[in-house]
């Protein structure tokens, strides 16, 4: 079997790729009729068993750039699913495909099945990935927020911001960048409390001393040293844009909405001030000057219309931060004190208990195995 969830993801060849493209798009296109579709179950379990499944009551649930994504049923396993079916073009592998086929993470969206469809004409084939369907993103929860007059409350934006970083930490131990974080690329659900980073269509497992493009990732949530061109950069990018997000909790719109490249980054300037010609080499080495006028920082405080927590202030200027090494990594985000009240016994919102927060893995702790002791509650463990 090509199709096998237990493959080194990115090892795919091309010609093994369209071999297991063309198969499954020839069994999906016999089995339209029916209605039933033969998928690859991609889960551990399943390990790439095929499953034949009748989708019920297809329902649209949201869109981006490339992909459009379904609500549906599973009438065989009575699950409630999201299927992402996007465009596939047959001379090249789907990076999203083989990046998806790595994750097992609970804060990390996570491939559940997979098959091809046909378009009108043969040739146009997709490629739909089910997922477990959730009812919101972020984008949508603060919307939700912002149309009430509401201001986010600081547990749940604590809550999620833990469940962003810890996602982050986990993809970052595999080496992948997601590069598009944004609040229309997070899943949450208010009732059991849980986050998912979704979207993993600009994602890229990157690899030292390659250059990736620098022209990535949604203009507001654009890390500076993307805009300054920089090819060499890691994934401290996502930590920038996570910071973006933790701060539009809170502001119910973008930190810093530029409307083009050079004005994203006069809009960052605002808020951090004018950056040392240190800072540009460290966000750019190739950078000889930087002729800008010296601005002040703007106060964190001021930043928001609201009386913030001190701790999620403090957080906040540590992640967004000019120099990428200097950033937190997202261990450092989630030992910081402002996420000490995640770690008290019995903790609780509204009188609900948050999903499971404490149960890394060695992998998730392998690049900074020395956080167990600060990440893992002593009462936990014991
Ligand atoms: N599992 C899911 N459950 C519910 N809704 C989802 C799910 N996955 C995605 N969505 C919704 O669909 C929207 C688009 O999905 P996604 O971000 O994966 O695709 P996209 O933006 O088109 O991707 P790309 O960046 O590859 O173009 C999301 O913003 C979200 O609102
Ligand atoms: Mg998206």
């Known amino acids: 079997m090509v199709l096998n969830p237990k493959d080194s993801a990115l090892k795919a060849t091309k010609k093994e790729y369209s071999e297991e493209l063309s198969k499954y798009s020839m069994e999906s296109a016999k089995q339209t009729e029916t209605k039933k579709i033969i998928v690859q179950d991609m889960t551990k379990r399943?390990?790439?068993e095929k499953r034949a499944f009748t989708f019920t009551s297809e329902k649209f649930a949201g869109n981006g750039a490339f992909g459009v994504v379904y609500q549906t049923r599973i009438l065989e396993?009575?699950?409630?699913?999201?299927?992402?079916?996007?465009?596939?073009?047959?001379?090249?592998?789907?990076?999203?495909f083989q990046?998806?086929?790595?994750?097992?993470?609970?804060?990390?969206?996570?491939?559940?099945?997979?098959?091809?469809?046909?378009?009108?004409?043969?040739?146009?084939?997709?490629?739909?990935?089910?997922?477990?369907?959730?009812?919101?993103?972020?984008?949508?929860?603060?919307?939700?927020?912002t149309k009430k007059r509401q201001f986010f409350p600081n547990t749940l934006a604590k809550l999620y911001a833990y469940q962003?970083?810890?996602?982050?930490?986990?993809?970052?131990?595999?080496?992948?960048?997601?590069?598009?974080?944004?609040?229309?690329?997070?899943?949450?659900?208010?009732?059991?409390?849980?986050?998912?980073?979704?979207?993993?269509?600009?994602?890229?497992?990157?690899?030292?001393?390659?250059?990736?493009?620098?022209?990535?990732?949604?203009?507001?949530?654009r890390a500076p040293e993307l805009i300054f061109g920089n090819t060499n950069y890691t994934t401290a990018v996502d930590v920038w844009s996570t910071g973006c997000v933790?701060?539009?909790?809170?502001?119910?719109?973008?930190?810093?909405?530029?409307?083009?490249?050079?004005?994203?980054?006069?809009?960052?300037?605002?808020?951090?001030?004018?950056?040392?010609?240190?800072?540009?080499?460290?966000?750019?080495?190739?950078?000889?000057?930087?002729?800008?006028?010296?601005?002040?920082?703007?106060?964190?405080?001021?930043?928001?219309?609201?009386?913030m927590d001190p701790l999620a202030l403090d957080l906040l200027s540590k992640v967004l931060a000019y120099c990428p090494h200097k950033r937190l990594t997202p261990l450092e985000a989630l030992a910081h004190p402002y996420f000490d009240e995640l770690r008290t016994r019995n903790f609780q919102i509204n009188g609900k208990t948050p999903p499971e927060l404490f149960d890394f893995t060695s992998e998730e702790?392998?690049?900074?195995?020395?956080?167990?002791?600060?990440l893992i509650p002593s009462w936990y463990s014991s």
Request: with cysteine; net charge neutral.
């Open 46 to 48: 399943g390990n790439g």
């Open 77 to 96: 396993t009575g699950e409630t699913v999201a299927i992402k079916k996007v465009f596939q073009d047959k001379r090249y592998k789907n990076r999203e």
């Open 99 to 145: 990046i998806l086929k790595m994750l097992d993470h609970q804060n990390v969206i996570q491939m559940k099945y997979a098959f091809i469809t046909n378009g009108d004409t043969e040739d146009e084939v997709y490629l739909n990935v089910v997922m477990d369907y959730f009812p919101e993103n972020l984008y949508q929860t603060i919307e939700g927020y």
């Open 164 to 221: 962003m970083f810890r996602g982050l930490a986990y993809i970052k131990g595999l080496g992948i960048c997601h590069r598009d974080i944004k609040p229309q690329n997070i899943l949450v659900n208010a009732g059991t409390l849980t986050l998912k980073i979704c979207d993993f269509g600009s994602a890229k497992q990157l690899i030292e001393g390659e250059t990736n493009i620098a022209y990535i990732c949604s203009r507001y949530y």
């Open 246 to 307: 933790f701060a539009e909790l809170f502001l119910g719109q973008p930190i810093f909405p530029g409307d083009s490249n050079s004005d994203q980054l006069l809009e960052i300037i605002k808020v951090l001030g004018t950056p040392t010609m240190e800072q540009v080499r460290s966000m750019n080495p190739n950078m000889k000057d930087f002729v800008f006028p010296p601005i002040k920082p703007y106060s964190w405080k001021k930043v928001f219309k609201q009386e």
């Open 365 to 374: 702790l392998m690049d900074q195995p020395e956080f167990a002791k600060k």
